[in-house]
């Protein structure tokens, strides 16, 4: 059993990099997260976002370097006890949940850390499953199966379930991808009011897409070729000048009532 303490330093990657037959997947990437911050992390497809996480989470071993995650060394503590403190929406996970299985189930298991949990769940977890369900605006859904329900629904249903065990931190992995405009907005809207939570979990957003960074992101990470580009707080990181670089484009940033915008500048002759 990994104890847990109350550390100030939630997440620290020393140098990491991962090597798979001879491609280097990360290089030299070094990060650290701390108690109170909220992070989204940036980068084009192929700059190492999923890697990453997949090295976060344990399912991907590190060639070199280290990574301290609540105060435990990877390689020196149970990774699959420290996963449950771990919340994660990804559609890696959605795409595992069995179609008959009620949302209810689906967000009590979430206790468990196990995909297609077959025991027996308590009239407690039933009651706090509920009422997490009820926290996403989904107690409607508590008995409507997996195969039934909309992205929007099923991002709800993942939230809770992420949240039933209590995570430090909560992983969302394009949680907007698939969404009709109206679902995002919504769904982001509720991102906002959980980040914004005296006792909110760790967020770490991975996106695509500067204007679902909600306000309560503090820093951002910036990836590019699977390399750090850029790290640190919000307000000096999330420039057209960075942004342009890592997407290897010629880039506008705009900002609306605290939102921002991007946009793609007509094409320099000779540039692209």
């Known amino acids: 059993m990994v104890k847990f303490v109350d550390v100030k330093t939630i997440l620290e990657i020393s140098n990491l990099r991962i090597q798979r037959d001879g491609v280097v997947i990360l290089d030299d990437v070094s990060w650290r997260v701390e ?3 909220h992070w989204a992390i940036l980068g084009a497809n192929g700059s190492g976002k999923t890697s990453l996480l997949s090295a976060l989470t344990g399912y991907l071993m590190p060639t070199a370097g280290e990574i301290l995650l609540l105060g435990k060394i990877y390689g020196q503590s149970d990774w699959r006890e420290l996963r449950k403190k771990i919340g994660l929406v990804s559609s890696s996970v959605r795409q595992m949940m069995a179609d008959d299985e009620p949302a209810l189930e689906t967000v009590a298991s979430g206790k468990y850390a196990m995909i297609d949990f077959r025991g027996r769940l308590t009239s407690g977890e039933k009651s706090r499953a509920r009422k997490l369900l009820k926290q ?6 508590a008995e409507r199966p997996w195969r039934v329900l909309s992205q929007g629904e099923r991002q709800r249903v993942l939230i809770s379930r992420a949240l039933m065990a209590k995570p430090r931190v909560l992983i969302l992995d394009e949680p907007c991808a698939g969404l009709d405009p109206a679902a995002r907005e919504h769904f982001l809207q509720f ?3 959980l980040g914004s939570k005296k006792n909110s979990p760790t967020l770490v957003l991975v996106t695509h897409h500067v204007e679902e960074i909600m306000p309560f992101f503090s820093h951002l990470l910036v990836l590019k070729d699977g390399k ?3 790290a640190g707080k919000k307000s000096s990181v999330l420039k057209a ?3 342009s670089k890592a997407f290897a484009a010629r880039l506008r940033l705009g900002k609306l009532k605290n939102r921002y915008l991007l946009n793609v500048s007509p094409a320099i002759r ?3």
């Open 241 to 243: 000048e960075l942004l």
């Open 228 to 230: 750090v580009l850029t």
């Open 270 to 272: 000779g540039m692209m």
């Open 136 to 141: 996403v605006d989904g107690e409607h859904l």
């Open 191 to 193: 991102i906002q009011r």
């Open 35 to 37: 108690r109170g911050q």
